[in-house]
């Protein structure tokens, strides 16, 4: 070996070491991000020994017997599938067929909206895909306009819109005192915010309350908005899964759409059909004329196209076959309506066992609506179920009904009162 070679190769080795220690350098800063408080709860859970524990945190439907339900209409057009499957690409907005009878649940069949192709609508990956496109889609086009998100809400929306780079503000929602809506303050903000601004609205089932405004009510909010000339959002994750009825729990939709609003829509299919997984969505923008819609569905196709390109066949397959076929749309009703009432029954049922044991009032238990029951524990009470009885929920005392069964009812209830006398 020459001396000059010998030399080179000396030398190089520190600079590769130089460059090792560099990269292993890149992201010393990262620091671990912090548990969802949502999903956080299932690991809890599953790391859980007790073989009395009991999960009523993530929302999730569950048969009396605590077992995940795919429901008979979902087996039927996933057979269907099977025997005439293709992989191809979904256009970047979708499935037409899907979003066409999702459209329908929302908006009404006979509605003129969309027989005047005024509804700028994409497939999304689910509620939550839904959201952050419209987030995008406002930020893009209304730079310097903010989202009022009522208190509380589903944890996830403060992520979505902070992501998107859209101030948030809040608005009054729930009344602790009376664990019902706080409507007096509500009206107050939506009159003092200013003119023209963006709004998210819980159409039914408000996650994580259960409170829901009146028929009445819901015609005082939407006047307010025209008064304000406000932008309505509707997050509607919960259709059917509220009453058991879709039409009803698209009243408040309907409201406004009655009233010349023109709106927005997140909707979601994980919860109504149980296709958690499958990430099926639709997000809808009602627009003035055809012309505006067809510009506004290609600049939300525009946003998509470097978030994921195009979204998901498989569940949106599954969807447009249930909703396009009859008989198996008629199936689907039933089987929405089965799952609603058992959540009622078991709210009865946590009611009553609550008011055998205490002589507080759980009225609020029954008069909440939909997936989940805002109790009032206070997070101190909810770690002490947790530890002492090993009953998992999120720490704001949300208990999902979904998890609820006669099962276990009397053990939560009897938990329950302990903590809270």
């Known amino acids: 070996m020459s001396f000059k070679v010998a030399l080179s190769r000396r030398f190089q080795f520190p600079n590769a070491l130089l460059g090792a220690r560099s990269m292993s350098s890149w992201w010393k800063t990262v620091e671990p991000a912090p548990k969802d408080p949502i999903l956080g709860v299932t690991e809890a859970f599953l790391a859980d020994q007790s073989p009395a524990k009991v999960n009523v945190g993530v929302g999730a439907y569950r048969d009396d017997n605590g077992k995940p339900v795919v429901l008979d209409c ?33 908006y009404g069949d006979d509605s003129e909206f969309i027989k005047d192709g005024r509804i700028a609508a994409v497939q999304a990956l689910s509620g939550t895909g839904a959201c952050r496109l419209f987030a995008d889609f406002q930020k893009r086009f209304k730079p310097d306009s903010q989202i009022y998100i009522p208190v509380p809400t589903w944890s996830n929306h403060h992520n979505i819109w902070r992501d998107a780079h859209v101030p948030e503000r809040t608005y009054h929602y729930y009344h602790p005192e009376t664990k019902g809506l706080d409507f007096a303050s509500l009206m107050d903000d939506i009159k003092n ?53 879709p039409e009803r729990d698209a009243k408040s939709i309907r409201i406004f759409l009655n009233d010349g609003h023109h709106i927005g829509i997140a909707q979601s299919y994980a919860k109504n059909m149980g296709l958690y997984g499958q990430r099926v969505g639709c997000l809808s923008v009602l627009c003035e004329d055809t012309k505006q819609a067809v510009a506004v569905k290609s600049q939300l196709q525009q946003i998509a196209r470097p978030m ?61 609506i939909g997936m989940f029951c805002y109790s009032g524990m206070t997070p101190e009470q909810v770690d002490r179920l947790t530890k002492e009885y090993h009953i998992y929920m999120t720490r704001n005392g949300r208990i999902s009904m979904a998890g609820v069964t006669t099962g276990n009812v009397e053990y939560l209830a009897k938990a329950i009162h302990e903590v809270t006398k």
């Open 308 to 368: 994921y390109s195009n979204p998901p066949l498989h569940g949106a397959l599954v969807v447009s076959i249930i909703l396009s076929d009859p008989e198996l749309k008629s199936l689907w009703l039933k089987e929405v309506k089965v799952m609603a009432d058992r959540i009622i029954g078991m709210r009865t049922a946590l009611r009553e066992n609550l008011e055998k044991l205490s002589s507080l009032s759980w009225e609020h238990v029954t008069k909440q």
């Open 74 to 106: 979902v087996r039927e057009a996933e057979r269907r599938i099977a025997g005439n499957l293709n992989m191809e690409y979904l256009p970047m907005g979708g499935s037409i067929k899907m979003v066409e009878e999702t459209l329908k649940l929302a």
């Open 193 to 245: 915010a200013p003119n023209g601004s963006f709004f998210l609205l819980h159409a039914c089932a408000h996650n994580p309350t259960g409170v829901d405004p009146t028929e009445e009510q819901w015609k005082e909010i939407s006047y307010q908005f025209k008064v304000k000339g406000h932008f309505p959002f509707f997050d509607m994750a919960y259709q059917g899964f509220a009453s058991g009825d």
